[in-house]
């Protein structure tokens, strides 16, 4: 990543920090609720998490590594934004359980070689100017035998990229959804990868945000709202993710949905 966008990344996600409802966020919902099926995917292939030793890379808020360190886990949150870090500890003080912050950038990792047991991130690669770099790191500092764990946006979806084109505001000027491509790269490194994709019937429901509930999309994160939401939405959610799994058959339209998810293992 460039100074410039680097820069520019610390200034959007510090003032998208102190703009947050700490007291709003229900961590549990992130990963177990209907409406989250990136990380229930990611969820069925780590298994256990207690004793692991977690990187949660990008951390955010620090939703991921305190749903993590509620499991049983030691985790790391990693984040260039501190006024983000400082968010973690809020958090991490509310539910009650420890967490480590480090200030630092996702493609030069302050860690050494096969450190942690898992390494996860969320809505990262595509923040980066080199996905590849970043993930060549979460490889060096994942122990053998370990997992790295990911989710982020794809750039396929015309519906979805008008969206973007329209909530100029609550996306940093600098990301750029990935393509389908980028799990070719994850083949030729990783022991074995298992990936899947999700929203596009789905996706009904961004459209049900805009057209009928009039929810300004640069006031209101959608994929925020869809979580925080999810009891509401359960009901046609529930409908459309089954007709997902019957058009995720026809590889066209595989490619067509919103994000892309993967589990990758280090080899032995």
């Known amino acids: 990543m460039t100074s410039n966008s680097f820069d520019r990344e610390v200034q ?44 949660d890379l990008g951390c955010g808020a620090g939703e991921n590594s305190i749903y993590f360190a509620k499991q049983g886990a030691s985790c790391v949150a990693l984040d260039c934004s501190p006024a983000m870090l400082d968010n973690v500890l809020q958090l991490a003080d509310r539910y009650n359980v420890q967490v480590e912050t480090v200030i630092g950038e996702a493609s030069n990792l302050p860690f050494s070689n096969e450190l942690f047991d898992i ?42 990229n008008i969206y973007r084109n329209i909530a100029t505001k609550v996306r940093s000027v600098d990301e750029v959804p990935l393509s389908i491509d980028i799990i070719k790269f994850l083949e030729d490194n990783f022991v074995l990868v298992e990936w899947d994709t999700f929203w596009i019937a789905t996706l009904w429901i ?7 509930e009039r929810v300004n999309p640069n006031e209101e994160r959608y994929w925020k709202k869809i979580i925080v939401e999810h009891d509401r939405l359960e009901g046609i959610y529930s409908k459309l993710e089954r007709i997902d799994k019957i058009l995720k058959r026809f590889p066209f339209l595989k490619t067509l949905c919103l994000e892309y998810c993967c589990g990758c293992h280090q080899v032995d």
């Open 206 to 212: 961004f459209l049900q945000f805009y057209f009928i």
């Open 119 to 160: 390494v996860y991130a969320s809505n990262l690669l595509h923040h980066m100017n080199s996905p590849e770099e970043c993930i060549l790191e979460m490889y060096r500092v994942v122990k053998r035998g370990g997992k790295v764990c990911f989710w982020d946006p794809l750039k396929h979806n015309p519906v979805i």
């Open 12 to 55: 959007f996600h510090n003032k998208w920090a102190r703009q947050m409802d700490l007291g709003s966020i229900e961590v549990d919902s992130y990963f177990e609720s209907c409406t989250a099926p990136e990380n229930r995917f990611i969820l069925d292939r780590l298994g256990s998490v207690k004793d692991k030793y977690i990187l």
